[in-house]
């Protein structure tokens, strides 16, 4: 009885194992993002600012002022503000100034003092802008007023070399950045919400995901809590002291939501003959049959020459030769695919280049057998 008692309690220590496995995978939630990661809160958000300056200390490698008339009156009306009045006659060649343009992007509650990186691109025909410095640049914002004060040598990512006619250059010369370039002189005024709500935006509009996200808030913070205006913003009653509403705020990021399965889309780039299409793509069983059409027409001239003393001119005509080939193409079928993987698997089947794929996939949506929406970018 003792040998039975523990064979029957080998057999089913293995099957008690796997019934709990199978428990904690069903009692497994799906995948879940945190909030902060598929939406954001009104109001809370960057503001672009935007500057024209000069780059000084160029080795040679700066605008040309012939070509460049602004790179002279910058630096004319620079000098002027500075005390130095230039004769009305003189011209000045320029080689080591080139006028750029510096972006950088204000974040949310920036106050002033703080630092942020700034973008310098050359406006006009500087070969590089390396080992260059940034003169004071005002930074405005789209309502004209300066938020902003940049400043700094300006760091290049590239490297190039000329002689002779020969030419060399790695990376970009004409495009650096300067971190903590700018200070910030002016806060932009945010408001978290009106009243006692916040409202959330989802990034991409989508009403069960809206639900879902309702749900989930009700569910942490009470009833009638969150309500959804549409698909993509959630109205959200919050505190309205500063301290309560930014730590509600805080535990509201942090909520795990698991989103709904987007809607199946394939992106094709006509340009580059990308493709790529999300994991809800679905395919129908098809028939396609792809072969390749190549014509080449080449032409060579034929000189006729007149026998001497006959007074006859020479005559160059043009002989054409058109060649058509035409590769046998087969029929394949493809069976329907639940997966991406056998999307793929059924596209590779086919053994068509990525051009080519842009019209067979452009041919099996218009014949219903590609579930999925095409978007042309």
């Known amino acids: 009885m003792k040998h039975l008692e523990s064979f029957s309690l080998k057999l089913l220590r293995p099957l ?4 709990f496995a ?8 799906g995948h879940a993002e945190r909030l902060k990661d598929i939406a954001s809160i009104q109001g809370v958000r960057q503001n672009q600012l935007i500057g024209y300056g000069l780059v ?3 080795d040679g490698s700066g605008d040309q002022t012939t070509q460049t008339p602004f790179t002279v009156q910058s630096v004319v009306s620079m000098l002027q503000g500075m005390g130095v009045n230039l004769p009305p006659t003189s011209s000045l060649q320029l080689k080591n100034v080139a006028a750029v343009v510096v972006t950088a992007s204000l974040p949310a509650f920036a106050q002033p003092g703080q630092t942020l990186d700034v973008t310098v691109s050359s406006m006009g025909n500087a070969k590089s802008l390396r080992g260059g410095t940034l003169l004071m640049t005002p930074l405005k914002g789209a309502d004209g007023q300066i938020y902003g004060i940049a400043q700094g040598n300006v760091l290049v990512g590239g490297v190039g070399a000329s002689a002779n006619g020969s030419k060399t250059q790695v990376n970009h010369l004409s495009v650096g950045r300067i971190s903590a370039g700018a200070t910030v002189e002016r806060a932009v005024p945010t408001t978290l919400g009106s009243g006692d ?5 989802l990034n991409d509009t989508d009403f069960s995901t809206a639900s879902r996200v309702v749900d989930a808030v009700n569910r942490r913070f009470g009833p009638e809590t969150a309500s959804a205006q549409d698909g993509r913003v959630i109205r959200v009653r919050a505190p309205l002291g500063s301290d309560e509403r930014v730590a509600f705020l805080g535990a509201l990021e942090s909520l795990s939501i698991t989103p709904a399965q987007m809607a199946a889309k394939v992106i094709l780039n006509a340009r580059t003959g990308s493709v790529v299409m999300n994991q809800a793509v679905t395919l129908d069983s098809c028939a396609v049959s792809h072969g390749n059409l190549s014509v080449v027409i080449s032409s060579q001239p034929v000189i006729s020459q007149p026998a001497p003393f006959s007074g006859g001119q ?3 005509t043009q002989t054409s030769q058109i060649d058509i080939q035409k590769e ?28 080519d794929l842009l019209a067979i996939l452009q041919a099996m949506k218009a014949a219903g057998s590609l579930r999925a929406e095409l978007e042309i970018i």
């Not at 199978?22 to 939630?29: D, E, K, Q, R, T």
């Not at 999307?343 to 051009?355: D, E, H, M, S």
Request: some cysteine; overall charge neutral; aromatic content about 2%.
């Open 56 to 58: 000084v200390g160029l």
């Open 22 to 29: 199978c428990g904690m995978l069903a009692m497994a939630p």
């Open 328 to 355: 046998p193409g087969q029929v394949l079928l493809l069976k329907s695919g639940t997966s991406l993987a056998d999307v793929v698997k059924a596209l590779n089947a086919i053994g068509a280049t990525p051009q």
């Open 197 to 201: 709500a916040v409202f959330l935006e």
């Open 314 to 316: 020479t005559v160059v």
């Open 16 to 19: 008690a194992a796997a019934l």
